[in-house]
């Protein structure tokens, strides 16, 4: 395609041209051909030939807040050169350039490589793809350009950021959620025995059967019952109004943030937590134990977004029937617009689960993006904290998460209003 | 401790200091001063060009002061300077000189500091106030001050107004013959497009004006004052000038292509090193220390001088084929035919005038841009490179 420039002067050669016979003026004639003459010469060679680019991410899944090292290697295949062209790695707008930078002007001659590397901060959870890459051909004297795409893609999901809460749990009044070791009939580490198996390099020699290797001649070690201390149930609220607040500081961010640093450290201690997420529709996640769980439970709230309207009530019918008979149940929902919250608790402790509502501020969020007068925020804080007591009235254990607050800060804060 | 500190990715280990694409750096590196240099002669040569063809002894700066001379009095600048005295080019040689001096200058000031600019040309203004009305002062107040009388200045110490004014009247004339040349220099040099704009609008501003008044009826209508126009006939002598043994073009025509394809050379050239000098200012610092921007820099710009020595070689070659193409063409039919019909259309007065030979150059364009979807340019130029390229592997460096 010809640039502006190259319009110019062509048009600017042939009104030359034609100024020139007018006025039968030779210079103008000429001038008018040379600049005709040399855009002919110029659209002979174009550039780009085959170019074959291969993307490097220093990680496929990231957490929160993360850098992510890229590197865009562009190799030259054709036997001739790219001319001047500029690569673009196309970076999700979500994502902010750290260092480096994700395009560079290049002339690679046959064979030659060339490697970009910049690095990218990924402030918000999701799940993201880099690419395609955008090329750009130049002609030297900028007299034509194209436009052409690599399609080529890197996937990468951002996980919500895991807070440390063990020392929070050990000393807030949040419920001692242990209702006695389980044993569960699969093999791992646990007190029980499973079965004997043989040998592997890399077993712990405690665990070698000595009588059975004394009988057998074989090297047979001991497997264990794997041990799993609760289920425990993690609902949250992702619908349309944990919208509120900014971009990095809403209500659904901060409950992504405590689902999975909870998920985290239940699962450390060897529990099974279930994840549901409630907004659009109702995702369930079953209760299991384990790193598979944990990357599943990640992608899940990875992918979270903030829509719908479903009542936690709806949630609750559909599932209680599921959830583990007295196991502990965290809710992460700012409660905002939901009249069935109290009767949903109401219904969890009833069937003798420990309900705690971990509950961050909507109205305090509203304030970061919007003026609220005092008197009407005094007012929607009154609401709000009445609702909060008669979720605690309930038997729930309610904690009211202020947007400034560490999730660990929040647990100690745990009261029975 | 120094021994726990690994050099970075970027210092050069083969010795010597590291390249980076810094300005400072990099306006001293050879592509960019190679491509400064080439705008600057090609300035030079088109301004040289163009008043050999148009100006000298038609109505160049020295015919001006001679004119100044014969009116009002002896032009305070010395002959050496403006050319006076001496014959056809070289009466332009010494003002060239200056007028790259005084771009360069320019060049140089516009990166000094705000600060230090705003005192030169403080300082600019007073030399010329002083120098304008300084003697005046010096002798009408002092006069009036021992006299304690309050009067006009008399005759005599009016006279010493005439030196100054009429030493900037000529550093004024001089100055507009030079402009290009001092606008040219100081957008090369100061990296100034505005600059060169005006370089090259100016030239082009004297060429159409030129050919305004050398239009036949406006000619006439000029006088004797039109008579020193120079006019070029270059359509109906014979052409002298050609390659592969056509002659394609006539030496007038010739210094026509000359200044358009040296137009070309300048604005491409000037404007080149502004674009990747920009470029290079805006990439981040850690870019600017990377060996791989630094690498392809070093390739695009060989790319340019590359392409602009050989595409605007190719331009001037192909615009004299482009004008001789009439004569080629007749040239062709009649030795290969040596009909009848090709000698009467030989002798056609009207293919070798403006029509003819503007529709044969168009022609030949036409089947030269064509060209292109015939011979594969491109891979052939790349096939000649890849016989000879012995790109290096990659070298593999640390992963994070």
Not at chain 1, 306 to 322: D, F, H, I
Not at chain 2, 363 to 386: D, T
Request: net charge neutral; glycine share 8%; aromatic share 10%.
């Amino acid at each position: 395609m010809w640039t502006r420039k190259a319009a110019f002067t062509f048009t600017g050669g042939i009104a030359l041209i034609l100024i020139g016979m007018m006025i039968t003026n030779n210079q103008m004639m000429i001038l008018g051909l040379a600049l005709i003459t040399f855009i002919v010469v110029n659209s002979w060679v174009s550039g780009h030939g085959d170019i074959e680019v291969q993307r490097t991410l220093s990680a496929d899944n990231l957490y929160k807040g993360d850098d992510l090292y890229v590197e865009l290697l562009v190799t030259n295949r054709s036997n001739r050169r790219t001319q001047l062209l500029d690569v673009y790695d196309n970076i999700p707008h979500e994502m902010k350039l750290r260092s480096g930078l994700n395009q560079m002007r290049l002339n690679l001659k046959p064979g030659e490589s060339a490697r970009i590397r910049y690095v990218l901060r990924c402030p918000l959870r999701g799940h993201y793809s880099i690419g395609p890459v955008s090329l750009r051909v130049r002609n030297t004297f900028n007299l034509g350009v194209e436009d052409m795409y690599v399609d080529h893609h890197s996937d990468l999901v951002i996980f919500p950021q895991i807070k440390e809460v063990e020392e929070a749990f050990l000393r807030s009044r949040t419920p001692k959620m242990y209702t006695g070791a389980t044993t569960l009939r699969t093999p791992g580490q646990g007190s029980e025995f499973y079965s004997l198996r043989e040998y592997v390099p890399g077993d712990p020699f405690k665990n070698i059967n000595w009588k059975a290797f004394a009988r057998t001649g074989d090297l047979m070690v001991n497997e264990k019952c794997r041990d799993a201390v609760t289920d425990l149930y993690i609902l949250l609220d992702s619908r349309d109004v944990s919208r509120i607040g900014t971009v990095l500081k809403n209500p659904l961010e901060m409950g992504t943030v405590s689902a999975a640093s909870l998920a985290a450290f239940f699962l450390k201690r060897r529990d099974s937590v279930a994840l549901s997420i409630y907004g659009d529709g109702l995702s369930y996640l079953p209760p299991d134990t384990g790193d598979k769980q944990y990357f599943k439970i990640l992608s899940s709230l990875a992918g979270v977004k903030p829509e719908g309207s479903m009542p936690l009530q709806a949630v609750t019918n559909s599932l209680s029937g599921r959830f583990s008979r007295g196991s502990p149940v965290f809710v992460i929902s700012s409660c905002e617009g939901d009249g069935t919250v109290p009767a949903a608790v109401r219904d969890l402790v009833g069937r003798g689960h420990e309900v705690t509502v971990l509950s961050p501020s909507s109205i305090d969020f509203e304030r970061l993006v919007s003026r609220i007068p005092r008197m009407s925020y005094e007012v929607l804080k009154l609401e709000r904290q009445n609702r909060l007591t008669t979720l605690a009235g309930s038997g729930a254990q309610v904690i009211d998460w202020m947007p400034d607050m560490d999730l660990s800060q929040a647990i100690m804060q745990v009261r029975g209003f | 401790m120094a021994g726990e500190v690994d050099p970075q990715s970027d210092v050069s280990l083969l010795g010597g200091r590291p390249r980076t694409l810094h300005l400072k750096m990099l306006r001293k590196q050879w592509q960019i001063i190679t491509l400064q240099v080439v705008a600057t002669i090609a300035l030079v040569w088109m301004y040289l060009e163009v008043v050999s063809t148009y100006v000298v002894n038609s109505i160049d700066h020295t015919m001006v002061f001679e004119t100044l001379e014969s009116l009002v009095g002896e032009v305070p600048i010395g002959d050496w300077i403006t050319g006076e005295g001496r014959q056809g080019l070289a009466r332009f040689y010494v003002p060239i000189i200056l007028g790259l001096l005084l771009g360069g200058s320019m060049a140089l000031m516009a990166f000094q500091s705000p600060k230090l600019q705003q005192r030169i040309k403080l300082g600019f203004i007073i030399l010329l106030m002083t120098s304008l009305v300084g003697r005046l002062l010096l002798t009408w107040v002092p006069s009036m001050i021992f006299s304690l009388d309050f009067r006009a200045p008399s005759e005599g110490e009016l006279q010493t107004l005439e030196w100054p004014l009429l030493m900037i009247l000529s550093l004024m004339i001089l100055f507009v013959y030079l402009l290009p040349v001092i606008m040219g220099t100081r957008g090369i040099w100061g990296l100034s497009r505005r600059s060169i704009g005006w370089a090259i609008g100016f030239t082009l501003l004297f060429l159409g004006i030129h050919a305004i008044l050398t239009f036949p009826l406006i000619k006439s209508q000029l006088g004797d004052w039109g008579a020193n126009l120079k006019t070029l006939e270059t359509q109906v002598s014979d052409p002298t000038i050609g390659i592969f043994g056509f002659d394609l073009v006539t030496p007038e025509q010739l210094s026509l292509i000359l200044i358009a394809v040296l137009i070309m050379v300048f604005q491409e050239s000037g404007f080149g090193v502004i674009r990747y000098l920009e470029y290079a200012y805006r990439l981040p610092e850690s870019c600017k220390r990377d060996p791989e921007y630094v690498k392809q820099m070093d390739n695009v710009l060989n790319g340019h001088l590359r392409h602009t020595a050989g595409f605007l070689t190719v331009t001037g070659l192909m615009t004299m084929i482009a004008l001789g193409f009439h004569s080629v063409l007749l040239e062709i039919v009649s030795s290969s035919t040596g009909s009848q019909w090709a000698a009467q259309v030989s002798e056609s007065i009207e293919l070798s005038l403006t029509y003819g030979l503007v529709i044969s150059a168009l022609l030949f364009l036409s089947l030269v841009a064509l060209m292109r979807f015939f011979i594969p340019w491109e891979r052939v130029w790349g096939l000649i490179e890849s016989l000879g390229n012995k790109t290096q592997e990659p070298v593999e460096e640390k992963k994070f």
